[in-house]
Protein backbone atom coordinates (compact mmCIF):
# COMPACT_ATOMS: atom_id res chain seq x y z
CA UNK A 1 0.00 0.00 0.00
CA UNK A 2 1.38 3.52 -0.97
CA UNK A 3 1.17 6.23 1.82
CA UNK A 4 -1.05 8.74 1.10
CA UNK A 5 0.36 11.72 0.24
CA UNK A 6 0.43 15.12 2.64
CA UNK A 7 -1.91 18.20 1.66
CA UNK A 8 0.06 21.62 1.41
CA UNK A 9 -1.81 23.96 3.45
CA UNK A 10 -2.24 26.98 0.62
CA UNK A 11 -2.12 29.56 3.23
CA UNK A 12 0.98 28.34 5.17
CA UNK A 13 3.91 30.29 3.98
CA UNK A 14 7.12 28.44 3.81
CA UNK A 15 10.35 29.14 5.03
CA UNK A 16 13.31 30.53 2.59
CA UNK A 17 15.85 28.25 1.75
CA UNK A 18 18.86 28.58 4.29
CA UNK A 19 21.16 30.97 2.88
CA UNK A 20 18.66 33.17 1.07
CA UNK A 21 17.04 36.13 1.68
CA UNK A 22 13.03 36.68 2.18
CA UNK A 23 11.41 37.42 -1.22
CA UNK A 24 8.99 40.01 -0.45
CA UNK A 25 10.94 42.34 1.81
CA UNK A 26 9.43 44.90 3.28
CA UNK A 27 9.34 48.46 1.17
CA UNK A 28 11.05 50.79 2.57
CA UNK A 29 11.38 54.65 1.25
CA UNK A 30 8.40 57.10 0.93
CA UNK A 31 5.13 55.81 0.05
CA UNK A 32 2.49 56.89 -2.52
CA UNK A 33 1.08 59.72 -1.11
CA UNK A 34 4.77 60.86 -0.52
CA UNK A 35 5.80 60.48 -3.97
CA UNK A 36 3.07 62.01 -5.68
CA UNK A 37 3.53 65.13 -3.36
CA UNK A 38 7.13 65.09 -4.29
CA UNK A 39 6.66 64.54 -7.94
CA UNK A 40 3.89 67.40 -8.13
CA UNK A 41 6.04 70.27 -5.98
CA UNK A 42 7.67 71.74 -8.09
CA UNK A 43 4.30 72.35 -10.25
CA UNK A 44 2.40 73.47 -6.99
CA UNK A 45 5.40 75.68 -6.14
CA UNK A 46 5.02 77.48 -9.87
CA UNK A 47 1.31 77.73 -9.48
CA UNK A 48 1.65 79.23 -5.78
CA UNK A 49 3.75 81.64 -6.71
CA UNK A 50 1.60 82.73 -10.22
CA UNK A 51 -1.37 83.20 -8.16
CA UNK A 52 -1.05 83.01 -4.29
CA UNK A 53 1.78 85.87 -4.86
CA UNK A 54 -0.74 88.55 -6.44
CA UNK A 55 -3.33 87.37 -3.74
CA UNK A 56 -1.33 88.36 -1.05
CA UNK A 57 0.28 91.14 -2.33
CA UNK A 58 -3.21 92.81 -3.02
CA UNK A 59 -4.41 92.18 0.12
CA UNK A 60 -1.14 94.08 1.50
CA UNK A 61 -1.86 97.08 -0.23
CA UNK A 62 -5.10 96.60 1.05
CA UNK A 63 -4.19 97.54 4.38
CA UNK A 64 -2.42 100.81 3.18
CA UNK A 65 -2.81 104.43 2.08
CA UNK A 66 -1.20 103.84 -1.05
CA UNK A 67 -2.33 106.49 -3.60
CA UNK A 68 0.22 107.01 -6.43
CA UNK A 69 -0.54 110.86 -6.47
CA UNK A 70 0.35 111.13 -2.75
CA UNK A 71 3.57 109.33 -2.04
CA UNK A 72 4.94 110.88 1.25
CA UNK A 73 1.35 109.64 2.66
CA UNK A 74 1.89 106.09 1.96
CA UNK A 75 1.67 103.30 5.18
CA UNK A 76 0.24 100.84 6.80
CA UNK A 77 -3.27 101.91 8.33
CA UNK A 78 -5.02 98.21 9.01
CA UNK A 79 -8.45 97.89 8.02
CA UNK A 80 -8.83 101.75 7.52
CA UNK A 81 -9.64 101.21 3.67
CA UNK A 82 -12.13 98.74 4.40
CA UNK A 83 -13.81 101.13 7.53
CA UNK A 84 -13.83 104.08 5.04
CA UNK A 85 -16.65 102.01 2.80
CA UNK A 86 -18.97 101.89 5.81
CA UNK A 87 -19.74 105.77 5.09
CA UNK A 88 -18.55 106.12 1.80
CA UNK A 89 -21.50 107.01 -0.47
CA UNK A 90 -19.96 106.09 -3.43
CA UNK A 91 -19.33 102.40 -2.51
CA UNK A 92 -22.88 102.42 -0.88
CA UNK A 93 -24.57 102.93 -4.03
CA UNK A 94 -22.20 101.22 -6.50
CA UNK A 95 -23.62 98.06 -3.51
CA UNK A 96 -26.95 98.97 -4.41
CA UNK A 97 -26.71 99.18 -7.89
CA UNK A 98 -24.93 96.16 -8.41
CA UNK A 99 -27.35 94.24 -6.19
CA UNK A 100 -30.42 95.63 -8.06
CA UNK A 101 -28.73 94.26 -11.12
CA UNK A 102 -27.80 91.02 -9.88
CA UNK A 103 -31.61 89.83 -8.38
CA UNK A 104 -32.81 91.39 -11.98
CA UNK A 105 -30.29 89.21 -14.29
CA UNK A 106 -30.51 86.45 -11.91
CA UNK A 107 -34.18 86.06 -12.15
CA UNK A 108 -34.91 86.69 -15.86
CA UNK A 109 -31.99 84.37 -16.50
CA UNK A 110 -33.40 81.75 -15.03
CA UNK A 111 -36.85 81.79 -16.00
CA UNK A 112 -35.48 82.22 -19.77
CA UNK A 113 -33.29 78.98 -19.22
CA UNK A 114 -35.76 77.37 -17.54
CA UNK A 115 -37.85 77.69 -20.27
CA UNK A 116 -35.21 77.32 -22.74
CA UNK A 117 -34.06 74.20 -21.58
CA UNK A 118 -37.68 72.70 -21.85
CA UNK A 119 -37.99 73.71 -25.31
CA UNK A 120 -34.50 71.70 -26.48
CA UNK A 121 -35.39 68.57 -24.18
CA UNK A 122 -38.36 68.24 -26.53
CA UNK A 123 -38.09 65.79 -30.05
CA UNK A 124 -38.27 68.21 -32.98
CA UNK A 125 -36.37 69.03 -36.46
CA UNK A 126 -33.35 70.41 -36.13
CA UNK A 127 -32.73 70.22 -32.36
CA UNK A 128 -29.54 69.78 -32.69
CA UNK A 129 -28.62 72.81 -34.72
CA UNK A 130 -30.19 74.65 -32.46
CA UNK A 131 -28.54 73.39 -29.32
CA UNK A 132 -25.01 73.88 -31.17
CA UNK A 133 -26.13 77.79 -32.33
CA UNK A 134 -27.84 78.31 -28.54
CA UNK A 135 -24.35 78.58 -27.50
CA UNK A 136 -22.61 81.12 -29.95
CA UNK A 137 -23.47 84.36 -26.84
CA UNK A 138 -21.60 82.12 -24.83
CA UNK A 139 -18.72 81.54 -26.78
CA UNK A 140 -18.54 84.86 -27.32
CA UNK A 141 -15.92 87.17 -25.62
CA UNK A 142 -17.12 89.73 -23.42
CA UNK A 143 -15.78 92.88 -25.36
CA UNK A 144 -16.75 91.93 -28.48
CA UNK A 145 -20.16 91.39 -27.21
CA UNK A 146 -20.13 94.72 -25.34
CA UNK A 147 -19.21 96.71 -28.65
CA UNK A 148 -21.81 94.65 -30.36
CA UNK A 149 -24.58 95.60 -28.12
CA UNK A 150 -22.98 98.98 -27.90
CA UNK A 151 -23.50 99.23 -32.02
CA UNK A 152 -26.55 98.00 -31.45
CA UNK A 153 -28.00 100.47 -29.30
CA UNK A 154 -25.95 103.80 -30.50
CA UNK A 155 -27.91 107.12 -30.64
CA UNK A 156 -26.83 108.08 -34.24
CA UNK A 157 -26.19 105.10 -36.40
CA UNK A 158 -27.85 101.93 -33.96
CA UNK A 159 -29.43 98.89 -35.81
CA UNK A 160 -32.26 99.00 -33.53
CA UNK A 161 -33.20 102.80 -33.74
CA UNK A 162 -32.95 101.74 -37.41
CA UNK A 163 -35.52 98.69 -37.20
CA UNK A 164 -38.02 100.80 -34.98
CA UNK A 165 -37.70 103.83 -37.47
CA UNK A 166 -38.10 101.78 -40.28
CA UNK A 167 -41.02 100.28 -38.88
CA UNK A 168 -42.67 103.46 -37.93
CA UNK A 169 -42.38 102.64 -34.19
CA UNK A 170 -40.87 105.88 -33.47
CA UNK A 171 -39.95 108.83 -35.43
CA UNK A 172 -37.14 109.92 -34.68
CA UNK A 173 -33.45 108.03 -33.34
CA UNK A 174 -33.50 107.40 -29.46
CA UNK A 175 -30.86 108.07 -26.89
CA UNK A 176 -30.86 104.49 -25.20
CA UNK A 177 -28.25 104.83 -23.03
CA UNK A 178 -28.70 108.49 -22.23
CA UNK A 179 -31.02 108.06 -19.68
CA UNK A 180 -30.98 105.94 -16.77
CA UNK A 181 -33.60 103.54 -16.66
CA UNK A 182 -32.82 102.73 -20.40
CA UNK A 183 -29.12 102.20 -19.75
CA UNK A 184 -29.79 100.18 -16.61
CA UNK A 185 -32.45 97.69 -18.82
CA UNK A 186 -29.62 97.59 -21.62
CA UNK A 187 -27.03 96.68 -19.74
CA UNK A 188 -29.55 93.87 -17.80
CA UNK A 189 -30.32 92.55 -21.39
CA UNK A 190 -26.95 92.73 -22.67
CA UNK A 191 -25.84 90.50 -19.41
CA UNK A 192 -28.60 87.92 -20.09
CA UNK A 193 -27.74 87.42 -23.63
CA UNK A 194 -24.61 86.19 -22.44
CA UNK A 195 -25.27 84.30 -19.58
CA UNK A 196 -28.74 82.14 -20.86
CA UNK A 197 -26.31 80.00 -22.73
CA UNK A 198 -24.63 78.20 -20.07
CA UNK A 199 -27.10 78.40 -17.54
CA UNK A 200 -29.43 76.28 -20.63
CA UNK A 201 -27.05 74.35 -20.87
CA UNK A 202 -26.86 73.24 -17.53
CA UNK A 203 -30.93 73.11 -16.76
CA UNK A 204 -30.91 71.00 -19.84
CA UNK A 205 -28.28 68.48 -18.25
CA UNK A 206 -30.79 67.87 -15.88
CA UNK A 207 -33.54 67.27 -17.83
CA UNK A 208 -31.75 64.54 -19.90
CA UNK A 209 -31.01 62.46 -16.43
CA UNK A 210 -34.72 62.42 -15.35
CA UNK A 211 -36.20 58.88 -15.94
CA UNK A 212 -38.82 58.93 -18.27
CA UNK A 213 -40.74 56.42 -16.24
CA UNK A 214 -41.69 59.09 -13.88
CA UNK A 215 -43.70 60.81 -16.12
CA UNK A 216 -45.49 57.46 -17.28
CA UNK A 217 -46.13 56.88 -13.74
CA UNK A 218 -47.30 60.82 -13.45
CA UNK A 219 -49.70 60.16 -16.77
CA UNK A 220 -50.88 57.06 -15.33
CA UNK A 221 -52.46 58.83 -12.58
CA UNK A 222 -53.57 61.59 -14.78
CA UNK A 223 -51.27 64.43 -14.14
CA UNK A 224 -51.85 67.32 -16.47
CA UNK A 225 -48.76 68.87 -18.06
CA UNK A 226 -48.65 71.80 -15.54
CA UNK A 227 -48.76 68.95 -12.58
CA UNK A 228 -46.05 67.10 -14.25
CA UNK A 229 -43.85 70.21 -13.75
CA UNK A 230 -44.29 71.05 -10.30
CA UNK A 231 -44.41 67.21 -9.20
CA UNK A 232 -41.67 65.75 -10.94
CA UNK A 233 -39.86 68.03 -13.43
CA UNK A 234 -38.82 70.87 -10.61
CA UNK A 235 -38.18 68.15 -7.64
CA UNK A 236 -35.56 66.84 -10.43
CA UNK A 237 -33.92 69.91 -11.23
CA UNK A 238 -33.36 71.27 -7.51
CA UNK A 239 -30.00 70.92 -7.35
CA UNK A 240 -29.47 72.18 -11.50
CA UNK A 241 -31.00 75.24 -10.76
CA UNK A 242 -29.27 75.85 -7.29
CA UNK A 243 -25.87 75.36 -9.55
CA UNK A 244 -27.50 77.87 -12.34
CA UNK A 245 -28.57 80.34 -9.54
CA UNK A 246 -24.84 80.41 -7.70
CA UNK A 247 -23.38 80.98 -11.05
CA UNK A 248 -25.30 83.41 -11.88
CA UNK A 249 -25.31 85.67 -8.92
CA UNK A 250 -21.15 85.58 -8.67
CA UNK A 251 -21.24 86.61 -12.88
CA UNK A 252 -23.34 89.46 -12.49
CA UNK A 253 -22.30 90.78 -9.19
CA UNK A 254 -18.67 90.72 -10.68
CA UNK A 255 -20.09 92.09 -14.08
CA UNK A 256 -17.45 94.85 -15.35
CA UNK A 257 -16.39 94.43 -19.50
CA UNK A 258 -20.43 94.84 -20.52
CA UNK A 259 -20.95 97.55 -18.18
CA UNK A 260 -17.71 99.45 -19.00
CA UNK A 261 -18.27 99.26 -22.95
CA UNK A 262 -21.71 100.11 -23.10
CA UNK A 263 -22.32 102.99 -20.38
CA UNK A 264 -19.16 104.10 -18.56
CA UNK A 265 -21.52 103.42 -15.42
CA UNK A 266 -23.16 106.32 -16.75
CA UNK A 267 -25.42 108.14 -17.27
CA UNK A 268 -24.14 110.53 -13.82
CA UNK A 269 -23.89 106.79 -11.40
CA UNK A 270 -26.79 105.07 -12.50
CA UNK A 271 -24.89 102.17 -13.92
CA UNK A 272 -21.47 102.66 -11.96
CA UNK A 273 -21.40 98.87 -10.56
CA UNK A 274 -19.04 97.66 -7.79
CA UNK A 275 -16.61 95.88 -10.05
CA UNK A 276 -17.00 99.12 -12.11
CA UNK A 277 -16.27 101.48 -9.23
CA UNK A 278 -13.27 99.31 -8.17
CA UNK A 279 -11.27 100.13 -11.18
CA UNK A 280 -11.74 103.20 -11.85
CA UNK A 281 -10.55 103.65 -8.16
CA UNK A 282 -7.30 101.56 -8.76
CA UNK A 283 -6.54 103.19 -12.00
CA UNK A 284 -8.19 106.48 -12.66
CA UNK A 285 -7.96 107.78 -8.58
CA UNK A 286 -4.55 105.81 -8.59
CA UNK A 287 -5.48 104.88 -4.59
CA UNK A 288 -4.49 101.11 -5.03
CA UNK A 289 -5.24 100.67 -1.39
CA UNK A 290 -8.80 101.58 -1.20
CA UNK A 291 -9.09 99.67 -4.64
CA UNK A 292 -7.35 96.83 -3.79
CA UNK A 293 -10.25 96.83 -0.43
CA UNK A 294 -13.13 97.41 -3.30
CA UNK A 295 -11.40 94.32 -4.83
CA UNK A 296 -11.66 92.05 -1.54
CA UNK A 297 -15.11 93.23 -0.63
CA UNK A 298 -16.51 91.55 -4.21
CA UNK A 299 -14.41 88.53 -2.92
CA UNK A 300 -15.79 88.25 0.13
CA UNK A 301 -19.37 89.00 -0.83
CA UNK A 302 -19.23 86.04 -3.46
CA UNK A 303 -17.45 83.83 -0.98
CA UNK A 304 -20.28 84.28 1.13
CA UNK A 305 -22.72 83.22 -1.70
CA UNK A 306 -20.60 79.99 -2.53
CA UNK A 307 -20.48 79.18 1.61
CA UNK A 308 -24.58 79.40 1.10
CA UNK A 309 -24.84 77.80 -1.78
CA UNK A 310 -22.61 74.79 -0.14
CA UNK A 311 -24.52 74.74 2.52
CA UNK A 312 -27.77 74.09 1.09
CA UNK A 313 -26.49 71.64 -1.00
CA UNK A 314 -25.51 69.77 2.20
CA UNK A 315 -28.47 69.82 3.39
CA UNK A 316 -30.54 68.08 0.67
CA UNK A 317 -27.78 65.53 -0.48
CA UNK A 318 -25.39 64.80 -2.90
CA UNK A 319 -25.07 67.20 -5.77
CA UNK A 320 -26.11 65.01 -9.17
CA UNK A 321 -26.51 66.29 -12.63
Known sequence: MTAPTAQRDPTRR??????????DPPR???????????????????IALIIGFPIGYSFWLSLQRNNLKQPAKRGFIGADNYLSLITDQ?????????????????????VLSLILALVLNETFLGRGVLRSLILLPWAIPGVVGGLMWRWIFDAKVGALNGLLVGLG????????????????????????WGMLPFASMILLAGLTAIP??????????????????WQVTLPWLLHPLLMVLILQTMGAFRAFD???????????????????????????????????????????????????YVVVLHKRGSFEV
Request: proline share 5%.
Open 14 to 23: EPPPPGRADA
Open 28 to 46: RGLGDTARAWLLNAPALAV
Open 90 to 110: TFLNSLGITSLFTVVVVVITT
Open 169 to 192: VIDEYQPFLATSTSAFLVIVAAEV
Open 212 to 229: SEMYDAARVDRAGALQRF
Open 258 to 308: IVYLLTGGGPGESTNVISLQAIRTSLSYTDLGLGSAYAYVIMGITLVISIV
